[in-house]
């Protein structure tokens, strides 16, 4: 089998904390993976030998990031720990209990992402634990709720999660862009440049989550995948975590084309808010329609976020409350 050359960005885990001084944590990183030839290149490691093991090679050094960003240390005998085995005790590092450990890494409110600066992302509500919950033991979850109470923020990052684990190949974002509509033609730029106002909150929340360089890698390459809902038409996505935002704004057509794109070992999440509908009649909205559709359907979920779940500023929740009286 020919080898295979693959450049591996850091994702701002610093080269010296990795490396040691006079590369001696290298070389115990090089003994894990003896059948690998690794050349480190500041914040990139240049990767050569099987796919498969450059695969474990990448995930282990997730593994070993998170480490270093929950608890400020590694060293070069945690690193032959997670390299070899793949896990470590949170209680090495810190004394936490063995339910600590479990809550940590395998409960609703563990730690799902850390971003470039080292910040968790976590669930921090009570709904918010909920859908947590419902995306691991569901393939389809739809998740409805007002502004502000994290849909689509906690949606990327269970998809950055379920990406950095190696359960999907490839994430995929979707939202509707029917703000544009008959308009689209006339706004400058070529397609991707008209389109991207409408996709920026996804890219936002990527942002945060994904090292700016790590982020382009990805879309480069495919990995990460941003497009308008109409360009799902015709595809079939396996081992992918695929992602409809603004889903309210989706026609019950669109939304059974979406759906029906789901393939192997897949996952899909379907977030929006039914009180901010922008179609030019809101009774196209297909959302709530296919939501009862499904309800009783094995593997698919439905989380409903309430105000109780509102993470923005604190206005936010006194401006949604507000308007929910005046539509009563």
């Known amino acids: 089998m020919a080898a295979v050359h693959r450049t ?13 001084v006079n590369n001696a944590k290298f070389h115990v990183l090089q003994g894990c993976f003896p059948s690998l030839e690794l050349v480190a290149r500041g914040e990139e ?15 282990r ?35 936490a209990s063995a339910a600590q450990a479990a809550q940590e890494t395998t409960g609703a409110g563990r730690v799902l992402v850390y971003g470039p600066h080292g910040q968790p992302v976590k669930a ?15 393939d389809l979850v739809f998740v409805t709720g007002p502004a502000g109470t994290g849909k689509t923020y906690t949606a990327i990052a269970l998809a950055v999660n379920a990406l950095r684990r190696r359960e999907v190949k490839r994430i995929v974002l979707t939202r509707p862009a029917v703000e544009a509509g008959e308009r689209l033609g006339f706004l400058p730029g ?23 360089r790590s982020l382009q890698a990805r879309m480069e390459d495919g990995t990460v995948q941003i497009a308008p809902l109409a360009y799902m038409r015709g595809r079939t996505l396996d081992q992918a975590y695929v992602i409809l935002d603004e889903a309210q704004n989706a026609t019950l057509g669109q939304l059974k084309m979406f759906l029906t794109r789901m393939g192997r070992n897949a996952h899909f999440m379907v977030t929006g808010d039914t009180t901010q509908i922008d179609l030019p009649d809101a009774k196209q909205s297909g959302l709530v329609r296919v939501m009862r559709l499904l309800g009783g359907v094995q593997g698919v979920a439905t989380v409903e976020l ?13 401006i949604v409350n507000a308007f929910e009286k005046e539509v009563e």
């Open 8 to 20: 591996l960005a850091l994702d701002g885990l610093d080269p010296l904390v990795l490396y040691g």
């Open 45 to 59: 490691i240049r990767v050569e030998g099987d796919a498969d093991a450059i695969g474990v090679f990448e995930e």
């Open 61 to 95: 050094i997730g593994r070993l990031r998170d480490f270093y960003e929950r608890h400020g240390e590694l060293t070069a005998r945690q690193i032959e720990a997670i390299c070899s085995d793949g896990l470590l005790q949170p209680s090495i590092a810190d004394g």
């Open 124 to 138: 921090r509500t009570l709904g918010q634990q909920e859908l947590v919950k419902a995306a691991d033991t569901h």
């Open 190 to 212: 070529d397609m991707k440049e008209k389109l991207d106002p409408y996709l920026q909150p996804l890219y936002d929340a990527l942002n945060d989550m994904l090292p700016p």
């Open 306 to 318: 309430g105000q109780d779940d509102i993470v923005r500023h604190p206005l936010v929740g006194a």
